[in-house]
């Protein structure tokens, strides 16, 4: 589900005058693997466009960055999109999520709009993100608990390649179709309870091959547990929520729009909740000028 009102905004700027690429992020300059990350983007446009010319890119979020919150995700997608246009390339939607994923998977699915699944393909050409249904489809909203606002030591790009190391990673990806299927199906038909069970479990089987990893990744704190604990008893008394958590310690709690408000106050009076994000199903990624 991609998240209307938490956005990352990105300006390329192919110049004559820049010997080298330059990456400034929320107003800090950034050198390093994340640069040479947006470089090799940046790479593949000008080779598509035949353009010799380095690159300014500034990027920022108005929500916290390497935390959890998809910002690798949401910056992948935004730097796609705006390099393909700064380069006068004229993409399909299609063609923007397979470049997008070379900066990270998931970045594939926030191109589209709205309630978005990733086709695994066969090879890089048929590997892209689709719209399975509109933003107003589903009247879902996602309140993220913020318990920390800090950049994990760990990337998920780093935690990705340790996952073969656990033992539990090959049923994760042996099981993965049959846990898609019912997500897709539950969201097609609007399906809540359905829905929370499958992105808890996908979400719990996630965090254990981390946990089991060599060497092994713990991104939860101990008020990440405290907000799934809670999340669980709350559905339980009849509040329909639900947790997912990405690679960081902070929780996606999903809820219907008409429950969002109650589901926000009762995470903010939890200890360890710092705040929470409430976003709603969103557009699909786009030019502001």
Request: hydrophobic share 45%; proline share 4%.
């Amino acid at each position: 589900m991609n998240l209307d009102g938490l956005f990352t905004r990105t300006t390329v700027s192919f110049q004559p005058s820049l010997g080298v690429d330059e990456l400034i992020i929320n107003g800090h300059e950034v050198t390093g693997k994340g640069l040479d990350r947006v470089s090799d983007i940046l790479n593949v446009v000008r080779q598509s466009a035949g353009l010799g010319l380095k690159a300014e890119v500034v990027s920022e979020n108005n929500f916290p960055t390497g935390a959890g919150i998809a910002s690798s995700a949401a910056a992948f997608a935004a730097l796609a999109l705006a390099s393909v246009r700064a380069a006068g390339l004229d993409w399909s939607e299609s063609a923007v999520s397979r470049l997008a994923r070379l900066g990270s998977g998931s970045a594939s699915r926030s191109i589209p709009a709205g309630f978005v699944e990733w086709k695994m393909g066969a090879d890089d050409l048929d590997s892209y993100a689709f719209s399975i249904a509109p933003p107003g489809h589903w009247a879902l909203a996602d309140c993220v608990a913020v318990v920390s606002a800090g950049h994990k030591a760990t990337g998920s790009t780093e935690g990705h390649a340790l996952a073969p190391t656990s033992p539990l990673q090959a049923a994760r990806v042996a099981d993965a179709h049959r846990r898609l299927d019912i997500c897709r199906r539950a969201i097609l038909e609007r399906d809540f309870d359905s829905l929370a069970a499958v992105i808890e479990h996908d979400s719990d089987i996630m965090h254990a091959v981390m946990m089991t990893s060599q060497p092994a990744l713990f991104y939860w704190k101990p008020a990440t547990l405290a907000v799934m604990s809670a999340v669980r008893e709350w559905r339980a008394s009849g509040l329909p929520a639900a947790y997912t958590i990405d690679a960081g310690p902070n929780v996606h709690v999903i809820c219907p729009q008409d429950f969002s408000s109650k589901v926000a106050e009762l995470l903010k009076d939890l200890p360890g909740v710092s705040s929470v994000l409430v976003a709603k199903a969103g557009d699909a990624a786009r030019l502001l000028i």
